[in-house]
Nanobody, 121 residues
Framework: VQLQASGGGLVQAGGSLRLSCAGS????????MAWFRQAPGMRREFVAA????????NYLDSVKGRFNIVRDGAKNMLYLQMNKLKPEDTAVYHC???????????????WGQGTQVTVSS
């Protein structure tokens, strides 16, 4: 599957953004998917994941209650709704599909290119 992320931008602290990840080549309805982010000089970190069935979601502790991961199988899209953004959320965000193991925050087979999110204070 090919993944294309979009929706990043510059926003003030406290604002909101919705990231989108378009899947092509096959359906993304029945596979685990996730969002990761990487800030300058930092390691890539897990942000949010949704299980293959959609029945389970997991979040990085610092984004719980602010971010929401949603999949629309009919449109073959994955979203990350980000509210109450903070300057520390600034990073390049990547979507991913097809976890290699049962670890939702572990390595994935397929990755999209990143989209930059910048939160100003």
């Amino acid at each position: 599957v090919q993944l294309q992320a979009s929706g990043g931008g510059l926003v003030q602290a406290g604002g909101s953004l919705r990231l989108s990840c378009a899947g092509s080549g096959r359906s993304i309805s029945n596979t685990g998917m996730a969002w990761f982010r990487q800030a300058p000089g930092m390691r890539r970190e897990f942000v949010a994941a949704i299980s293959w069935s959609g029945g389970s979601t997991n979040y990085l502790d610092s984004v719980k209650g602010r971010f929401n991961i949603v999949r629309d199988g009919a449109k073959n899209m994955l979203y990350l709704q980000m509210n109450k953004l903070k300057p520390e959320d600034t990073a390049v965000y990547h979507c991913a599909a097809d976890p290699i193991s049962n670890d939702y925050d572990g390595p994935y087979v397929n990755w999209g290119q990143g989209t930059q999110v910048t939160v100003s204070s």
